[in-house]
Structures are given as C-alpha cells and as structure tokens.
C-alpha cells in the first residue's frame, strides 16, 4: 500500500478532493490498476514534495464522476481512463468520448487485463464509427 | 455584412498536428474572433505506443532500457526514475558513485534539452542564427555523452542497481573542459540573446499566467518556476543531489520571457551542478547486485528539463511488473497552456506553445 493514503468511495470522492484543494494541495495524477471485477484507482497530490493519495475501487460497469469541478487539471488523465479502461467518466469538463489517444480501429481499453486475457491476443477493437452527416447504409442498400 | 457583424464572428482553426514551428504532433484547435484567440482545445492521440502496457510484458531489469525510451530528450532522467522506484522497492543501496554519475548524466541531459528547446523557440519566431548557434553548442553536449556513455541520446547508462559504465578521470577532466567551453559559448550567445530587441517583442508579456493558476492547474518545471513557485524535486535530495548546493531557480513574470529566463539560468546551474558532481564523486563501485524480484508499489519522482515525472510501479514478485504507470511534465503542463493561449493573437500561438517546451511523444507514451 502506498503511503498517505485515504481510502474513498464514488460518493465520498469529490468531498475528499474538495478538502485536498482547500488545504492548497497540487493535483499530480490519476494512476488506475485493472483488478479483475474492479478498477483500483488513486488521485495523487502533493503540498511541499509530501505526496497524498485517495484510494478507490471501482466495480467494473459503474461510471466515475470526474473531478474536474474541483481541480480542471485532471482533464486529460480522466479522459485517459477512458480510452485505456473503459470507465466511463461522468460530467468532465472536456469529454473526448474515448478518443483521446486511441483512434477507430484501436484495441478497446487495453490496459485492461481482463479484457485482453478474455480476448487471447486479439484484443476487441472499436466499431469504426459512421463520419459526421453521413448517412449509415440501409439494408436495402447495402443489397 | 457590417464590420462590427464580422468582427463578432467566430472560426476554428486547426494548429497543428504538422505545423513549422511544432516539433512533434500535437492538435490546437483554437477558437478564433479575427486573429485572436478565444479558446484553446488540445487533440493527442498521434503518437501513442502502448509503452506502459509493453512494460508488463518484460522483464523488470529491461523495463529500465525501454523507460528510456518514452522520450528521445529526457531519456536518462525516465531511466533513472523507474530505477529509483525498483530499488526502493527491493531495497538496494546504489554505490555513491553511481549516484553522482547519475547526476552528471542528469545534468548533461538537462543542457542538451534547452538548448535543443531554445533552438526550437528562436525557429519559432523565426531567429534561425539563433536556432543554429544554440543547436552548435548542443552538439558539443552530445559528443561528450556519446564520448562517456557511447551513445549521444539513449546512453544505455542507467539500470536498476546503478550504472553500467564509468567515467574514467580522463573522461570527468574532458567534461569539465565542455562545460568550460559551453559556459563561454553561453555567456556569447546565449546571455546576448536575452537582451536582444526581437527576442523581447515576442515574448514579454506573451502567454502569461499568474502564480496562482500555474498552481491550480498543477503546472511543473520552468512553467512553474517562472511564476514564481519553487517547484523542483532535485531539493529532495535523490541521487547525489543532497550532497550538492542546489536551490530552485524561479522568475516571477509568468510569461515566455520568464520561462526562457528560467532555463537559460539553468543551462549555467547545470553547468555548475556538474562541476560540483565531478569535484566530489567518491571512488568506488558502480553497481550494487541485484537479487530477486520487486514486490509492492511505489511512487518516485524526478526533476527532468520540462519538470516533474512521476513513475508508479507495482511489482508482484514475478519478473514482470504488475503496473508501470507514467505521468510526464508536460502531460502536466497541457491545461495550463490552454489558459495561456486566450487574448493572444494566432501569430503568438507558436511561442507560447513552444514556451512551455511540449513533448508528446513523452506525454502520449
């Protein structure tokens, strides 16, 4: 276990991010660890070289909500859980849709474990999506 | 239209992801009223590899040699952090004198990266003598690191435990006469420069951010330290760093001039750290044994030319890692440059973006 860590919940998240800005903290990062049925993930902040983490875990398939209203920062790295686990992240500031890094035709969340053990070495690829005011084929059509 | 009806009008432009003055690949798209901007939106994605999850799948010792290899500038610094945190992790003491050639390594990379990033930013506003005269004397870096490592940017140097080379007396004497002759060509060219009348016209007062936003947006490195903020994780003391006289350089303007001050004041700080580091390494070995596997997690950090990384390992007690999780400075520095880019006009939007010396290759992994 890392050092200076509190443990959260999706509901005490934002109060204990909230408490860490008040005290003049500086938001670091977000790291995420895939752990099988859940996601494993600290918020780091430092104050004076001392870093201080919030710890938690999120079950596979709940959304997380962003911490962009308290620290704006967090921006890229909540859109980069996204694209590289799938979480869902809710009411970001700046919401890439999981196009951040990871482009159509890229493997889905692959930093998961879970997803890429399930898939053997083919890893699940985005839908290529249809352009912007394009029309999608009908059946008829596409006979 | 009316003149007041067009003036109101917005447009998108897209800067980047190839543009002249951008050295790698990243997407502004900028919210323009005429030639000012109004908004910034950054768009990545253009060079991302994986890195992080090609670490889980090698051995922890080669996990050094491809941490290296997340960025073609700052490489011997990301080496260095990811070995930190394994020997934390497995606790083994390095030998001092690998801690000092640590830190001369350190210190050659740190040169090298301004100097390329000064030549970058005269390129952008079109100084290209500049350019030339500042990349002239990075290359005097690059032979002496080629000349102690054998290689001019991937040294290969750094490994869990240590180092794999020495430096022969000899070879501390010829880098010493580098730095001699680096600190003339500095105080020729690079010093004059600061003064110059272009130089100044575009970048006093360009792209300025307070001290309080550069804290809110978690800004690291010169883009911290010229708002005033001493922000600078080489006052921990890791490596030989706590044996040597250090303080944080800082400016207090926050705008590019103020970033440029700073780095330019820590070419000559670099200069002296290496002096102090070739002065005081201790004889001895370079290399401490490393047995088993790391187990646990971690969090290192290290001041690189662009600020801080922070490395994340989490060892299972396997040869492979569990997870290697890296945040780059300027993975970092990314919002805070949005909040420089509104209220400048498009022409200032090369420098201001140059200013805060992006790496994306670094950034996207």
Sequence with gaps: MLENTTEVTVD?????????????????????L?????????????RDYQLVNLRLLLTKGNTLPSITGVFAAAVIVENELQDLFGIKVTDLSIDYGGRLL??????QAPLNKTRAAEAGTKMEVIEKSTPQGAVAPTEEVAK | MSTQAMSNRRSVIPFGPQHPVLPEPLQLRLVMEDEK??????????????????????????????????CGICSFQHAMAYSMGVESLMNITVPDRA??????WTELHRLHSHLLWFGLLADSFGFENLFMQAWRCR????????????????????????????????????????????????????????????VKQR??????????????????????????????????GYAAYGQLDFKPITEQAGDCYARTQVRVRELYQSLDLIR????????????????????????TRVEQPRGEVIYYIKGNGTKNLERLRVRTPTFANVPILLAMLPGYQLADVGVITLSIDPCISCTER
């Design chain 1, 34 to 46: 895939d752990g099988g049925d859940y996601h494993e993930i600290f918020y780091h902040f430092d």
């Design chain 2, 276 to 299: 102090q580091a070739i002065a005081k390494i201790p004889a001895g070995d370079i290399m401490a044994p490393v047995k088993g596997n790391p187990t646990g997690e971690i969090v």
């Design chain 1, 12 to 32: 005490t998240l934002l109060g204990e991010v909230a408490i860490r800005m008040g005290q003049k903290y500086r938001f670091v990062t977000v790291t995420c």
């Design chain 2, 203 to 236: 970048t006093v007062g360009i792209g300025t951010v307070t001290r309080q936003q550069a804290h809110e947006l978690g800004a690291v490195g010169p883009v911290a330290k010229a708002c005033g903020l001493e922000r600078d994780h080489r006052v921990t």
């Design chain 2, 99 to 104: 801690n000092y050639l640590r830190v001369i």
């Design chain 2, 37 to 70: 901007v109004v908004e910034a939106l950054p768009a990545i994605g253009y060079v991302h590899r994986g890195l992080e999850k090609l670490a889980e799948q090698k051995d922890f010792q080669q996990v050094a040699f491809l941490a290296e290899r997340i």
């Design chain 2, 139 to 198: 290359e005097a870096v690059l032979d002496i690191m080629e000349a102690t490592s054998g290689g001019r940017i991937m040294l290969g140097t750094c490994c869990v435990g240590g180092v794999r080379k020495d430096i022969s007396a000899e070879g501390l004497d010829q880098v010493l006469r580098v730095c001699d002759q680096l600190h003339n060509d500095f105080d020729k060219v690079v010093t004059q420069v600061m003064n110059d009348y272009s």
């Design chain 1, 102 to 107: 990871l482009a159509e035709g890229a493997p």
